[in-house]
């Protein structure tokens, strides 16, 4: 059973940093396409990005040259590590893994419901004006 726990939330003002961290209950992120995503209150879940088998990472727009994903193999941990935060990053992440891909599909963080995902249940971080 895939497992997906997320840390590492919290508030801070604008400019700020946070790492999160996605704990995984098995050797899942060697071998799986995984990232993050993120839900605003009253919008859908968007992609803020992924990493393959092979670290090749991918970001949306908005979070370029910001944000940072990595993985951590022997410890079965993903990161996403968040510099010069923006009050429009404020949302619960949520970590995911692809269930049957090794490669991340172009479309996978613009239409994640179109893939079966493993979800974690969130983090909140909040970043204040």
């Known amino acids: 059973q895939v497992q997906l726990v997320e840390s590492g939330g919290g508030s801070v003002q604008a400019g700020g940093s946070l790492r999160l961290s996605c704990a995984a209950s098995?050797?899942?992120?060697?071998?799986?396409?995984m990232g993050w995503f993120r839900q605003a209150p009253g919008k859908e879940r968007e992609g803020v990005a992924a990493?393959?088998?092979?670290?090749?990472?991918r970001y949306v727009d908005s979070v370029k040259g910001r944000f940072t994903i990595s993985k951590d193999n022997a410890k079965n941990t993903l990161y996403l590590q968040m510099n010069s935060l923006k009050p429009e990053d404020t949302a619960m992440y949520f970590c995911?893994?692809?269930?049957?891909?090794?490669?991340?599909?172009?479309?996978?963080?613009?239409?994640?419901?179109?893939?079966?995902?493993?979800w974690g249940q969130g983090t909140q971080v909040t970043v204040s004006s």
């Open positions: 098995e050797i899942t992120n060697n071998r799986w396409c």
């Open positions: 990493i393959d088998t092979n670290g090749n990472a």
């Open positions: 995911a893994r692809l269930a049957s891909r090794t490669t991340c599909p172009f479309d996978w963080l613009f239409i994640p419901t179109k893939f079966t995902n493993y």
